[in-house]
């Protein structure tokens, strides 16, 4: 889709190439994040970590390991799917309410260029949030264990996971938003985020399912993205390895699906009249 | 070649709880704009004028119709880059400083990085915002955003600048600044179409102007034209307390003002009332010859032509 129109701009040395503007775009959008202050988050964030480790230090011996990690990451998954619904939702419409992106794209920015940079913009923003409460969960982690151990490297393939469910999220967000009010994408996006996380028990139940409420329930339960999947947070806590064979499956399932998604919201955006 | 060529562009907005009803904001607008020119654009609130420059650059898309800006179609990526756009009301991100603002639009126009950091510099000089470049927009008042909105308009060095409402809120100097901008912009070869309701403004900078009102393009014609229209009549302005009767029979319609006296009489008598004056030995101080203003072309546009008319009754047919 997009080849063809990057020959039609090859002409032009003006133009200038649509990777930079996409960059370009996604760092304005990660220092507005920063500006507005979102990453205030963590001090939040800090703050239930290091309470919960210091309780759990205090009161139990064994359990101390598993109570971190699972507090932890779950911190980590929820925190961030917040500020993916709510930036998401408002990443392109707040843009056309407040109509700066009449000077954006009368400038040689194609409508999807400036989607898609959004999108980075914001992905890049829940990386660098993400990246930092690794840091206090792998602190906390350090102060009940006091030491690492080799298992503690599943820690880091969960938190990569979870990243992969942002990018899912942010683009989910994104697409709803291109077509319904801030709402309305926030309510679908978090209700998509809660099915997701139930998939593999849907398509359990679709699987003992008979005739018509079968069908349904495959159908909504393979559409749905698979937030099941992208939780290895129990797994982990516990101890257990992932398998690479899982790795390699949720990457390709989250970057597929994300590009779905933002493929359709450029297909609706592009066609939109602004207001 | 043609700065802008519209060929019948058209917009209906959908309006009403389920988006059925079509609203016609333009009616197939046909203009051309050559290069080098200075257009206005006018007409009353609600007219098109704002619809026809979205449509142009690309943020609604017509109903029918199409436009090639100097020489490709609009929807030409490489059009873009030649363009600048001030949208009436600008607003920007208020996270950002006016200086951050410019760059990153610089970036977005493909200014090379070499020399972007002084081109923005001269630019925020250029419309007098140097003292606040480093201030977050979400501080600057309205008349700051549209000089900020300029600077970016014409950050790129665009051949061709749409500008709508470019002296809305400003102050007087401000306003001044901005005619003295587009006579620059002029002087630099460059296209300028820009909407306005201030018909001084437009008869001090516009080769042509076109008139709009109620989606339909009413009229076209070039100011020098307009306002060299004669109507026959002079005006005399002499020192008197009150009007000389030899002046009335002549025809004049006088009003006395302190002790100075304003008549306009026909072309014809122009020799005959100079003499009244001299035979009462009063002092004349200018006679000028009675021109049509733009704003007399401006008005006699918006009446309602025939096809107008019967356009509306139709639609009062309709709806009933
Ligand atoms: N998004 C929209 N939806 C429905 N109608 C619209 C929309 N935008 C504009 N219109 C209608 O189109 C017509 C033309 O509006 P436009 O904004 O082009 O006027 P304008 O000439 O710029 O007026 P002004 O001088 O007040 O800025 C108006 O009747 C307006 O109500
Ligand atoms: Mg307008």
Redesign the interface.
Known sequence: MNSGRRNANAGNPNAGNANARIGYIAFNTFREAVRDRVLYNLIAFALLLSGASILVGEISIDVERLVVVNLGLTAVSLFGVVIAIFIGIGLVSKEIDKRTLYTVLSRPVRRWEFVVGKFFGLTGTLVVNTVLMAIGVLLALLYVAHRFEKMDAWVLVALYFIVLQFLIVCALALFFSSFSTPLMSAVFTFALFVIGSLAEDLRGFARITQGVGGWIATAVAYLVPNFSALNVISQVAHGDAVPGRLILYNTLYALLYSAMAISGAVLIFQRRDLK | MAAIEILDLEKS?LVGFWRKRPKLALRSLRLTIEEGEVFGFLGPNGAGKTTTL?LL?????PTAGSARILGLDMD???V??????L?E?????D??TARELLN??G????VPAKGRAARVEQMLARVGLSDSAGMQLRKFSKGMLQRL?LA?AIL?DPKLV?LDEPMSGLDPMGRREVRDMIQELRHEGKTVFFSTHILSDAEALCDRVGIIHQGELRGVGAVAEVTSQKQGKVEIVFCAQAVPAGLTSLGAEARVSGDMVNAVLPEEQQDAALEVLRRERLKLISLTPVRRSLEEYYIQKLRPTEGQREREEDRKGVGA
Not at chain 2, 57 to 61: A, D, E, I, K, S
Not at chain 2, 80 to 85: E, N, R, T
Not at chain 2, 89 to 93: A, G, L, S
Not at chain 2, 107 to 110: E, K, P, R, T, V
């Open positions: 907005y979205k650059m690309g943020l609604v898309f030409d990526p490489r873009k880059s030649q363009i600048g756009f949208p009301q600008p607003y920007f991100y996270h950002l990153y639009y970036q977005l126009s493909g909105g970016q790129h749409f």
